[in-house]
Nanobody, 122 residues
Framework: QVQLAESGGGLVLTGGSLRLSCAAS????????MCWFRQAPGQEREFVAV???????LYADSVTGRFTISRDNNKNTAYLQMNSLKPDDTAVYYC????????????????WGPGTQVTVSS
């Protein structure tokens, strides 16, 4: 098990950038896949990006070319660099981790952070 804590959310204008961080406590961070999801009001939780323990990366079509996921195993932290933000990106962003799964299905992740709000204003 790992405990996760997101940070870096906030209010930004359309076209702006934010970098989210997900700090993990516990051992063997480098054996976990780290994933970002988001949930807008009234909508289901949506996959954003994942980086597996092998370094394989997958993005949702809606963020490809604008968002970049990365990890620093020495700091037990995963990141989501978000550029060219749009109002449709407004949501609570969640970090999730799992040792056995590295795909886009939220139901497969066993470790979640509390989320951080991202608001993109037009």
């Amino acid at each position: 098990q790992v405990q996760l804590a997101e940070s870096g959310g906030g209010l930004v204008l359309t076209g702006g950038s934010l970098r989210l961080s997900c700090a993990a406590s516990g051992r063997a961070f480098d054996s976990y896949s780290m994933c970002w999801f988001r949930q807008a009001p009234g909508q289901e939780r949506e996959f954003v990006a994942v980086i597996s323990w092998t370094g394989r990366i997958l993005y949702a079509d809606s963020v490809t070319g604008r968002f970049t996921i990365s990890r620093d195993n020495n700091k037990n932290t995963a990141y989501l660099q978000m550029n060219s933000l749009k109002p449709d990106d407004t949501a609570v962003y969640y970090c999730a981790a799992d040792r056995d799964y590295g795909g886009p299905a939220a139901s497969e992740y066993n470790n979640w952070g509390p989320g951080t709000q991202v608001t993109v204003s037009s």
